[in-house]
């Protein structure tokens, strides 16, 4: 693990728990900001065996695009279930893992940072309270993602073929009118200005 003063760098995850897995295992606070399951999914699957302690604090933000899966809109109500507190954010996140307040683990590439320095820990603690306050309790967005959990795969598949609005509609059973607004509204959830774009957010986030 080469490390430079107060920065040490890992190449992967299974690394940075072999080198970190203790601090996670017995931290009283755990924050983490993630744009999807992806990123931290060795964490998440270590966190799942750990049995979370009355006096820990585990607080989770994910973007909303999580929800359009089932698998993992199920392992956020896990989560809650456990005892995390779990918010949505519509705004894209710095991915960050915070251990009490003294260690900042930030996703870079392929790998991942692990800092200690007091003052940059502190600023990066900043900016996840910034995205702690401006985010919304998941329960907020359920009914929403509930209708749009259902159609999302088959929306994902029509639009990846390139069939016309009309073709995709009836395919669908719906109305042209109805089947525009529910492409928009997966654009909106994935943060995509363009079909297109939205494709390429869906792969990234495991939905295709």
């Known amino acids: 693990m080469p490390r430079v003063d107060d920065v040490a760098t890992v190449r992967d995850e299974h690394e940075l728990l072999d080198r970190a897995g ?19 999914s060795a964490a998440q699957k270590f966190a799942a065996e750990l049995p979370f302690r009355p006096k ?10 999580v929800l359009l899966d089932a698998e993992s809109a199920e392992h956020v109500r896990g989560l809650r279930t456990l005892g995390a507190e779990v ?24 790998g991942y940072s692990v800092l200690t320095r007091p003052d940059v820990v ?4 900043s900016l996840f309270e910034v995205a702690w306050r ?3 309790a998941v329960d907020a967005y359920e009914t929403r993602f509930a ?10 598949d029509l639009l990846s073929s390139g069939c016309t609005d009309e073709k995709a509609a009836r395919e669908m059973g719906v109305g042209l009118r109805t089947y525009r607004r529910r492409v928009a509204e997966l654009m909106d959830v994935l943060g995509a200005t363009s079909r297109f774009q939205a494709g390429a957010l869906a792969r990234e986030a495991g939905l295709l």
Do not use: F
């Not at 820990?56 to 695009?65: A, C, D, G, Q, T």
């Not at 918010?87 to 392929?110: K, P």
């Not at 502190?122 to 603690?125: A, H, V, Y």
């Open 122 to 125: 502190q600023g990066i603690t």
């Open 147 to 156: 209708e749009l959990r259902q159609y999302t795969p088959k929306l994902l």
């Open 22 to 40: 203790h601090l996670l295992a017995n931290a009283g606070e755990i924050a983490c900001a993630a744009n999807d399951l992806h990123t931290w």
């Open 56 to 65: 820990m604090r585990v607080r989770k933000v994910y973007l909303s695009r």
């Open 87 to 110: 918010r949505i954010s519509d705004r894209e996140i710095n991915e960050t893992i915070l251990v009490d307040g003294r260690i900042a683990i930030l996703a870079a590439g392929s």
């Open 134 to 136: 401006s985010s919304t």
